[in-house]
């Protein structure tokens, strides 16, 4: 296990259009997060997984922006009706469950919604 | 709420040149994290510091958490092109998620 896995690594759609992203963590790690990271700035919090658990989500995460983790392993992103505002690059990074953080990221999908 | 700010935002400096960057809050953290990212890639960790006054070094990177374990800073000795990146803190507070600054953009002048 080489590291955290994102795809696609480019996305491009049309507004309106629905578009799913897929995360595979570090096997071992049993905490998964999801990030948005616009131009000129630091990754923002959207939701974290504890196993198959979500057990946080920021306000940033409207309805139409849904994840889950089946199994506890891979997780997937996914947004609704796309809107310019959603374009970003989307990271996903895992940890282990502990008395502190080292959260290891992707790569990230870079959405770009036309 | 957490907030981790980090100054300056943007760097441009010659290579051979020593820089500072510093990463400030009024919070209380665990832990803080220090990050490199590249253009269109993830960040990358480049260390932890966990205990008040800690100072951590990776090779020409030096780095330090403050006494209070409310802020921190990262020192390069002798920079290069190749540290051109942002740099980014992060902070593991009482809850479970991580916080991030909005980053120090570094240009390394050949």
């Known amino acids: 296990d080489t590291g955290v896995s994102q795809n696609p690594r480019h996305k491009i759609t049309k507004r309106g259009q629905n578009v799913t992203f897929r995360c595979d963590p570090i096997?071992?790690?049993?905490?998964l997060y999801w990030y948005r990271q616009t131009l000129g700035q630091g990754p923002e919090f959207l939701t974290y997984?504890?196993?198959?658990?979500?057990?946080?989500k920021s306000r940033l995460l409207s309805d139409r922006f849904s994840a889950e983790r089946p199994k506890g392993s891979f997780s997937t992103l996914e947004i609704q009706r796309t809107e310019q505002g959603d374009s970003a690059m989307y990271l996903c990074a895992s940890s282990f469950a502990g008395g502190f953080t080292e959260a290891f990221f992707g790569q990230g999908t870079r959405l770009t919604v036309v | 709420t957490q907030l981790l700010e980090q100054s300056p935002q943007f760097l441009s400096i010659q290579e051979g040149e020593n820089l500072t960057v510093y990463c400030n809050s009024s919070s209380v953290f665990s832990s803080l994290q220090w990050y490199r990212q590249e253009p269109g890639e993830g960040p990358v960790l480049l260390v932890t510091v966990v205990t008040g006054g800690e100072v951590k070094k990776l090779k020409r990177l030096t780095f330090q958490f403050g006494d209070a374990r409310k802020d921190s800073s990262l020192h390069i000795t002798a920079a290069q092109p190749g540290d051109t990146g942002l740099y980014l803190c992060?902070?593991?507070?009482?809850?479970?998620?991580?916080?991030f600054g909005a980053g120090t953009r570094l240009f390394v002048k050949a």
């Open positions: 992060a902070g593991a507070g009482g809850g479970f998620k991580t916080i």
């Open positions: 096997s071992e790690h049993n905490r």
């Open positions: 997984f504890q196993n198959e658990a979500q057990l946080e």
